[in-house]
Every structure is written in structure tokens, then in C-alpha cells.
């Protein structure tokens, strides 16, 4: 990886060795820490890419001559404990190699911490997951020297995050949202999909088919949904989605109207419909024209409230997580992030 420093006291410049006091060197080591990225690379993350291509995003971010620091996670939430300390050691940079989980680890160790203001804060990502939902809105490329590029480049916009709070083993609970929620069906299928994950199941096709399996036995439960304090919606819904970002699942467009940094959570509601024809439109859950049904609604607002009877669970970017009644609030352009040549500031 990129060097920094050479030795305890000293600093090589222009081939010439300066020694540096402790005060000297402290501040020396701040100043790098400002400019060099902490990469938080996630082994596991699909089915194992994390691991095995590091060598190789690792030498594309060398050529790129970038200066960088990196470390594995060993546990889940483990990406959140070294967020926390990368940004406590001076680090105002950090990368997330993986999926859309470890997206979602590193923007709640930024978000929980509050000695650095979030908008102070830089986050890239090279993808090696399976979903890759949050990169695909930020046109961020799955070639690796190409989002190594995208760093050096430094193109960045400030995006909003979503606060969620949701009740996990009787106890109230927070997440920091970077990009979708799904209620219902959505939460069901995501809890079938990491099962089968969990058991070694991996195909570029698991989600599809966890969506199909689910699709069988699943039946609508009541939303009471309030919108800015005004009541939306009471009544079955089979699905629902809320959040900052168009896609989720591995590229479906559920809300396609999602803008990232317009201050508003976009909110999706599948009403309750027959299985035939969930399957009949299943395909507009892809192209972004699902909003043409009446059966599907859509609204926005800055603060979304869901309560189900009975109370059902719910996932957050990917993550399996708590229970109803859910709240959701939207943090305006609190992030700054990294995005592909692409995507249109």
C-alpha cells in the first residue's frame, strides 16, 4: 500500500530525510490523514470477492497513487467500530470495499459518531458485493480500476440520509439509512434471501428466486401510514419501500422519482393484489414505470410514520433489523460521497 511515513522521526522530501519533533510529527500525521483514504474492505462480501480481488483493487489504487490505509472486518458491525476510529485517528476519507451491507455499517459508524460533522466527511465506494444498489445510483462503475479512477477524480455530491427508528427486543432503536427500506413483502423476501445466503446459497439469480418462493404464501397486512404529520394511507398493503435511492433488490427501480440530495424521502405502497397479478407486472418492478397502476401509490415527505398490525419487520439497505412501528426522518445532503463520471452533478 501507499507509504507514508518512513520512520519514527522522519520524513523523506524531494530525497532528502527531515527530522521531525514529536509535536512536529503529530501534526505531520494529521495533515496525511486529511488527504489518505482508510479502505474498509469486507471479505466476505460476494460470496468471498472482497478477499480474493483486494490484491488487485489494491494495486490499481498504488498505481492511481493514492494514499491509503486499510483494514478487514472480522464480525457484522465490525465496519462500523472501524469507522468510528478511523474518523477518531484523523481520517476524513473512507472507502468501503463491498456491498451494500458494508455501504450500510460505514454510514451508521459516520452517523453515530459526533465529534466530525458527517458533511466533513468523504465516502467512496468500490463495489465487490452481490446487489450493489447504492453504486448503481451513483453511476460508480464494478470495474476496479475505473472506481479507483472515480476517487482520484473526487467528483462528489451531498447526499440526504434517512434516520429510522424501529423497535428491535422491546427496545427502541436508530439506523442511519444511505439508500432504501423495504416493509412487508420486500422485508420478507430480504429475510428469505439472507437465509439462504447464510447457507452457502449464491447465484446471480437468489433474489429473484427468494422473491418467487415468498411470493406463494405471502398475504397483505394493514399499513396506517402518515406522511408530515397528515394520514396518507390505512389500509392492506403487500409491500412497501421508503427511502433515498431509486433501486434495491439487485436493480429493481421501486422508486423511480428518488432524487438523492432533494431533501424528501420517496415513499412506495403495493397495495394488497392477486398473486396473478403480482406476477403479470412483476416485470415493471425493473423498467421504473410501476407508478402507471393505481394499486401501487406514491408519495414523498420529510418525515414518513408506518405502523402494521401486526407489527411486521423491516430491512434497511439490505439489513435485516427490527419491528414496527417505524418513523423515518430525512438528514438533507448530510454525506458527501463519490460518484462516477456518469452521474450528473
Given at each position: 500500500?501507499?507509504?507514508?511515513?518512513?520512520?519514527?522521526?522522519?520524513?523523506?522530501?524531494?530525497?532528502?530525510?527531515?527530522?521531525?519533533?514529536?509535536?512536529?510529527?503529530?501534526?505531520?500525521?494529521?495533515?496525511?490523514?486529511?488527504?489518505?483514504?482508510?479502505?474498509?474492505?469486507?471479505?466476505?462480501?460476494?460470496?468471498?470477492?472482497?478477499?480474493?480481488?483486494?490484491?488487485?483493487?489494491?494495486?490499481?489504487?498504488?498505481?492511481?497513487?493514492?494514499?491509503?490505509?486499510c483494514v478487514f472486518?472480522?464480525?457484522?458491525?465490525?465496519?462500523?467500530?472501524?469507522?468510528?476510529?478511523?474518523?477518531?485517528?484523523?481520517?476524513?476519507?473512507?472507502?468501503?470495499?463491498?456491498?451494500?451491507?458494508?455501504?450500510?455499517?460505514?454510514?451508521?459508524?459516520i452517523f453515530h459518531q459526533k465529534e466530525i460533522a458527517p458533511s466533513k466527511i468523504t465516502l467512496s465506494v468500490i463495489p465487490t458485493g452481490t446487489g450493489n444498489d447504492w453504486v448503481r445510483m451513483f453511476g460508480i462503475p464494478h470495474t476496479y480500476n475505473e472506481a479507483v479512477q472515480a476517487m482520484v477524480e473526487f467528483r462528489t455530491v451531498l447526499q440526504d440520509i434517512g434516520m429510522v427508528s424501529f423497535i428491535e427486543t422491546r427496545v427502541p432503536q436508530v439506523r442511519y439509512m444511505a439508500n432504501v427500506a423495504g416493509l412487508g413483502f420486500d422485508a420478507a423476501v430480504n429475510r428469505k434471501y439472507n437465509k439462504l445466503?447464510?447457507?452457502?446459497r449464491m447465484s446471480k439469480?437468489?433474489?429473484?428466486?427468494?422473491?418467487?418462493?415468498?411470493?406463494?404464501?405471502?398475504?397483505?397486512?394493514?399499513?396506517?401510514?402518515?406522511?408530515?404529520?397528515?394520514l396518507f394511507f390505512d389500509g392492506k398493503v403487500f409491500s412497501a419501500t421508503v427511502g433515498i435511492g431509486k433501486y434495491n433488490g439487485g436493480g429493481m427501480i421501486q422508486m423511480p422519482y428518488a432524487e438523492v440530495n432533494d431533501g424528501l424521502l420517496d415513499l412506495?405502497?403495493?397495495?394488497?393484489a392477486s398473486k396473478f397479478w403480482m406476477l403479470r407486472h412483476f416485470k415493471h418492478l425493473y423498467d421504473g414505470k410501476i407508478y402507471q397502476y393505481p394499486k401501487i401509490k406514491h408519495t414523498q415527505g420529510k418525515s414518513i410514520r408506518i405502523e402494521t398490525h401486526p407489527a411486521g419487520p423491516i430491512e434497511i439497505d439490505g439489513e435485516a433489523l427490527g419491528y414496527a412501528p417505524f418513523t423515518f426522518e430525512v438528514l438533507p445532503r448530510s454525506l458527501q460521497v463519490v460518484v462516477g463520471k456518469r452521474y450528473k452533478i
Open positions: 500500500m501507499a507509504c507514508v511515513c518512513r520512520g519514527k522521526n522522519t520524513k523523506s522530501f524531494r530525497g532528502k530525510t527531515i527530522y521531525l519533533t514529536f509535536v512536529q510529527r503529530n501534526i505531520f500525521y494529521r495533515m496525511v490523514q486529511q488527504i489518505a483514504w482508510m479502505v474498509i474492505v469486507n471479505p466476505k462480501a460476494g460470496s468471498g470477492r472482497g478477499l480474493t480481488d483486494w490484491p488487485a483493487i489494491s494495486n490499481q489504487m498504488n498505481k492511481a497513487g493514492i494514499l491509503f490505509t472486518t472480522e464480525h457484522k458491525y465490525h465496519a462500523v467500530e472501524l469507522t468510528v476510529k478511523a474518523l477518531r485517528d484523523g481520517y476524513r476519507r473512507i472507502v468501503a470495499v463491498g456491498g451494500d451491507g458494508t455501504v450500510h455499517e460505514v454510514v451508521n459508524g445466503r447464510d447457507e452457502g439469480w437468489l433474489y429473484i428466486r427468494s422473491t418467487l418462493r415468498m411470493l406463494l404464501g405471502y398475504h397483505a397486512t394493514r399499513f396506517k401510514v402518515e406522511v408530515d404529520d397528515q412506495t405502497l403495493i397495495c394488497k
